[in-house]
């Protein structure tokens, strides 16, 4: 039987400004990135995702970002390994006790936005926010980009690790994705990301936007909360798997 995992980022909104449709995400998917309050997100929000993802048996990430909430975290910026290492502590640390009060726990880790980006093509980046997660859990299972430095980096560490794919996102030939705000990297049509995913998984293979198939271990497929259809499309894709004979379960 093949089962895979449902990932979504979440807890995005800030103060009276809303992203995304968490609630309705919450009912399809089996696991939760949570902002942590540096690229997105605020306590009150922490704590009202938390506890969502908790009623509805979802696994909970903390979702660590570069403190950029004017620009959600997608800008690159340039850090000591030492500050990269606290970043990701501090916000792990907060998501730790904000799932604890909701009666949850935080089971994964997955890196934000630019952090992530940079990390996937920076080895020594990618271990570094690892191993600085790892000291304050050495349980926590740590998601990463298949078959990309971020793995050889969890695989280095003895991490336990999800392996994930992109629904919605283009690939490029080396298996990273393709920048945003350039053609192919966003896949808008539900259906079209639905039958993408679906031959993946069927593959076991990354397909790039070329069509080079890239040989990948597949834990977790990424849902974008914040784009605006984002959750008919998740509903689709679900649909598609299970009609694939694919059972959705947490990793």
């Known amino acids: 039987m093949t089962t895979v995992d449902l990932n979504a980022d979440m ?3 800030f103060g009276p400004w809303k992203m ?19 690229h997105a997100g605020d306590p009150d ?7 969502r993802a908790v009623k509805n048996d979802v696994g909970i990430g903390a979702h660590p970002g570069f403190p950029d909430l004017q620009g959600f975290g997608r800008r690159k ?8 290492a606290h970043l990701v502590q501090y916000q792990l ?13 935080v089971r994964h880790l997955k890196l934000h936005g630019a952090l992530s980006n940079m990390a996937m093509v920076d080895g020594e980046l990618a271990r ?3 191993d600085a997660a790892l000291q304050v859990d050495p349980d926590l299972i740590i998601m990463v980009l298949a078959a990309t430095p971020m793995q050889e980096a969890a695989e280095a560490l003895g991490a336990n690790m999800a392996c994930e794919i992109f629904a919605d996102r283009g690939y490029n030939d080396d298996g990273t994705l393709i920048q945003r705000g350039t053609p192919g990297a966003m896949i808008t049509d539900a259906d079209e990301a639905a039958e993408r995913i679906s031959a993946m998984v ?12 890239i040989e990948a271990r597949i834990d977790t497929i990424c849902l974008h909360g ?12 679900r649909a598609r798997l299970e009609s694939d004979g694919v059972t959705i379960k947490r990793f």
Do not use: H, W
């Open 11 to 13: 807890g995005e909104s």
């Open 20 to 38: 995304g449709d968490d609630t309705a995400l919450l009912d399809i998917i089996s696991s939760a990135n949570i902002a942590c309050g540096f």
């Open 45 to 51: 929000m922490m704590a009202a995702t938390m506890a």
């Open 77 to 84: 910026m340039t850090m000591r390994p030492d500050e990269v």
């Open 93 to 105: 640390g907060a998501a730790q006790a904000m799932a604890k009060a909701a009666g949850g726990a």
């Open 128 to 130: 570094r926010a690892y």
């Open 202 to 213: 069927r593959q076991g293979a990354i397909i790039a936007a070329s069509g080079r198939e």
């Open 226 to 237: 914040d784009e605006p259809s984002a959750v008919a499309a998740a509903r689709t894709l």
